[in-house]
């Protein structure tokens, strides 16, 4: 076994549950219980992950990325809605984000692909077929619509790419054609009006601030009010005097930042606000489960890694 990934993994997890005990704990214990059974859930893939052999998920490229195709499909036509976007899919007091899963699905077939092609890397077809195959599942969350997630597939992508080893020069390339493919997106009403406000916000948000600047000012003064060592575990006040948003979600780093006095993120106006989570730190079941699946995946590699050069 990796210990040490074995060992980051409890430290965020239960990091992560002390960080959402401190956001939450006037409302109850709730929510710290169900992530806690999301959590159990999570394990269980992880296990799943770790005893698959990873070239099995090869053989079931083809079955994951159509069932993911489906799942987007099926979320576009029937999924629940929610903050003005429909990404969900409830089953009675259940809620799943396919986007999640989309993520996953994404970097085990793109790895199948990149590896079965890895003769033809250095040729410009395989940034078109590798395009091909991120269009269908970027198009549909982009859809939904999940700005956030479609950048996060778009980064996949490139990430794959990259450590695939496609040349610098092609990978520019790609980046500057996908800049000119947002800019005319802009002037065209592709990006829509209250995601233009989010990105001029990210720019300069005390244009904004008491709109789309709001979350950005709020959660900066509440990580700069904890300092260097914070204000120590359940003592934050910015969150429970209401002065930041969804901070058991989205904004759950304001928590550690105010109470633990660290930095980084989205919350620090680093990168615009689009909806994503913290892995391990933010409430949901879906981002949870898949991150556990995929360091599960991780320590299957590494341990037959071991085995094999044992062996040998």
Known sequence: MDWWLLGALICLQLFGLLAL??????????????Q????????????????????????WAGW???ANIL??????VVGHEQYGAQRWLRFGSITLQPSEFAKAALILTLATLLTEQR?????????????????????????????????????????????????????????????????????????????????????????RANREG???????????????????????????????PAQHTDFIFTVVGEEGGFVVGVTL?????????LPFFSAGGSNLVVAYFLLGIAQSIAVRQRRWMFAG
């Open 21 to 34: 005990a401190s956001a939450t704990f006037q409302t109850g214990w709730s929510k710290v219980l169900r």
């Open 36 to 59: 806690g059974l999301w959590m159990l859930v999570g394990w269980g893939a992880f296990l799943f992950a770790l005893r698959t052999d990873p070239q099995q998920w090869a053989r």
């Open 64 to 66: 994951i990325y159509w």
């Open 71 to 76: 799942l987007l499909l099926v979320v576009l």
């Open 119 to 207: 003769e033809q890397l250095r040729e410009g077809n395989i940034l078109w077929r590798s395009a091909g195959h991120l269009a269908l599942p970027f198009v549909l969350v982009f859809l939904q619509p999940d700005l956030g997630t479609s950048l996060v597939l778009m980064g996949i992508w490139l990430g794959s790419l990259f450590f695939a080893g496609v040349s610098l020069r092609r990978l520019m390339a790609v980046i500057v054609a996908g800049l000119c493919l947002f800019v005319f997106g802009w002037h065209k009403g592709v990006i829509k009006d209250y995601q233009k406000q989010r990105l001029l916000a990210f720019v300069d948000p005390y244009s």
């Open 214 to 244: 709001y979350h950005i000012i709020q959660s900066q003064l509440a990580i700069g009010s904890g300092g260097l060592w914070g204000k120590g575990l359940f003592k934050g006040r910015m969150g429970k005097l209401g002065f930041v």
């Open 269 to 277: 106006r680093l990168m615009p606000i689009t909806g994503l989570p």
